[in-house]
């Protein structure tokens, strides 16, 4: 078997037949990509995962300034909760859900931002 230190590409795509997410995994390896299969509901835990893993998340990493590349989702539905020290933000895209933790003021901010979104796409002040 080929070791490969590095993944230099992953790509993925839905197997109708097989009912799951290939990931393709390619790296400097001569033994050529790597095929893995994932059931539906192992594509969340997988994505929280990375995300832990790879430091983006979590209070104790700084806010990045700048730009930040994003590929925009469209949503299957969104919902709002509250709990003790805030609300919680919940999306869901297919099969895969995420609730995101949100404080007072980032829950006031996104309540503000929202409503200046719906009155300037509707033509009636945000007030």
């Given at each position: 078997?080929a ?12 197997d109708?037949?097989?009912?799951r997410?290939?990931l393709?995994?390619e790296g ?5 990509p790597r095929d ?7 594509v ?7 995300l832990?893993l ?8 700084p ?5 930040v590349?994003?590929?925009?989702l ?5 919902g709002?909760g509250?709990?003790e ?18 404080s007072p003021?980032?829950?006031?901010d996104?309540?503000r931002?929202?409503?200046t979104l ?10």
């Amino acid at each position: 078997m080929a070791k490969s230190r590095f993944v230099r590409s992953v790509s993925g795509e839905w197997d109708p037949v097989l009912g799951r997410v290939c990931l393709r995994f390619e790296g400097d390896a001569v033994g050529g990509p790597r095929d893995f299969f994932l059931a539906p509901e192992d594509v969340q835990p997988l994505v929280l995962l990375l995300l832990m893993l790879s430091g983006k998340v979590g209070v104790r990493r700084p806010p990045v300034s700048g730009e930040v590349q994003v590929v925009p989702l469209h949503l299957d539905s969104v919902g709002l909760g509250e709990i003790e020290d805030g609300v919680v933000l919940r999306v869901v895209i297919g099969e895969t859900a995420l609730a995101f933790a949100l404080s007072p003021g980032m829950s006031r901010d996104l309540g503000r931002a929202l409503m200046t979104l719906s009155a300037s796409a509707s033509g009636e002040p945000a007030n």
